[in-house]
């Protein structure tokens, strides 16, 4: 029997999660959820921004390789020959597909059909398998505050690359009330699948489409940029309670759902089982950063445990080119620049 695939992601958001053991915040819903099944500490998505980090994961190719890697800035083209993405692949199968909480796809390239056709896992056949992807597009800014548990941005402890102002502070703690508010919608969600009568038979995948709404973060290749939250739960097929060290990526949980839904792929994905071998004996993992909006600025890295290289394809440009997203969206990119005028900032 064909599994149901629920892929639930967050947008902008990195393991800023209590189950991760990130201080103040609570976030009680995906931390049972991560009990149920694996916690993977080493997760990376392949690139720093939403449009190419999806396209990756809507086919399980490097983006870079299926020519889908500009984000917002060029013409989009058909896949290169031979390659599906996963949702038509799964309804090739048989599965019901659907996309839910949000209609963002954000694809960089076109497809002859839509990739999804319904709403619900609700509107199946009897008996159909599902295959549905929930976005929930709360932690993308602007930030909301939690009424329910609200964080003293005095207890906060930024990173080292942030100076230790209120203005930073408050706007990191909004940061992780919006995940707490989020976390109960996702609890209200997977309550749902389980009411249904869907728990034992549904594979979830939760993750983070790419790395945190900060500075050094999304759009740039450092940790903040690409390290992402991935929790599987498989009833009857993982045992609960698991944290992996493995180093996966966002590509792998394409590989991992056509495998498990008896699907051989027309094309040889670069994502692997999360299950097999090949990932437990990887030893890198790999991400690219290209055009951001209107902001060039080409970038590749390679990461192992221990070490990442970032290589700077363009280093004749200034390294913090104007992005008016960043400028509309970061209120601490602009109290930073003030303070570099006056000379204010440390080293770090």
């Known amino acids: 029997q064909k599994p149901n695939i629920l892929w639930i992601m967050l947008e902008d958001w990195c393991p800023d999660l209590s189950c991760y053991g990130t201080p103040l915040v609570q976030t009680p819903n995906i ?56 949702p038509h692949l799964l309804e090739a199968a048989g599965y019901h597909t659907a996309l839910m909480m949000s209609k963002k ?58 100076p230790d102002h209120p203005l930073a502070r408050r706007d990191w703690a909004n940061g992780l009330e919006t995940v707490q508010i989020v976390d109960r919608q996702v609890g209200e969600f997977l309550k749902q699948l389980e009411a249904d009568g869907l728990k034992d038979s549904t594979i979830v995948f939760l993750i983070g489409d790419h790395g945190r709404c900060h500075i050094r973060g999304k759009h740039f290749l450092y940790d903040g940029g690409i390290r992402i939250p991935m929790i599987m739960r498989w009833p009857g097929k993982v045992a609960p309670g698991q944290v992996s060290e493995d180093l996966v990526m966002s590509i792998d949980i394409c590989a991992t759902i056509l495998e498990a839904a008896g699907i051989a792929p027309p094309v040889p994905l670069h994502g692997k089982n999360v299950l097999g071998d090949e990932v437990r004996q990887r ?33 004749e440009r200034p390294w913090c080119q104007f992005n008016r997203y960043k400028e509309g969206a970061y209120p601490m990119l602009a109290e930073m620049n003030v303070m570099n005028l006056k000379e204010q900032l440390t080293p770090e």
């Open 105 to 162: 796809t954000d694809c960089n390239f076109t497809v002859d059909k839509p990739l999804f056709h319904g709403k619900h896992w609700n509107e199946r056949k009897e008996g159909q398998p599902f295959f549905v992807q929930a976005t929930f597009k709360g932690t993308h800014r602007s930030f909301k505050r939690d009424p329910q548990r609200p964080i003293d941005a005095d207890q906060v402890k930024l990173p080292p690359y942030y």
């Open 283 to 315: 030893k890198y993992i790999f991400a690219a950063r290209d055009k951001m909006d209107e902001t060039h600025d080409a970038m590749r890295a390679i990461r192992s445990k221990d070490f990442k290289l970032i290589l700077n394809l363009m280093p």
């Open 31 to 86: 931390d049972r959820l991560a009990s149920e099944g694996i916690r993977y500490e080493c997760a990376f998505t392949t690139a720093p921004v939403c449009s190419a980090s999806r396209s990756a994961m809507m086919t399980g190719f490097h983006q870079n390789y299926i020519g889908a890697h500009q984000h917002r800035t060029s013409k989009k083209k058909p896949l290169p020959n031979g390659i599906k993405p996963i």
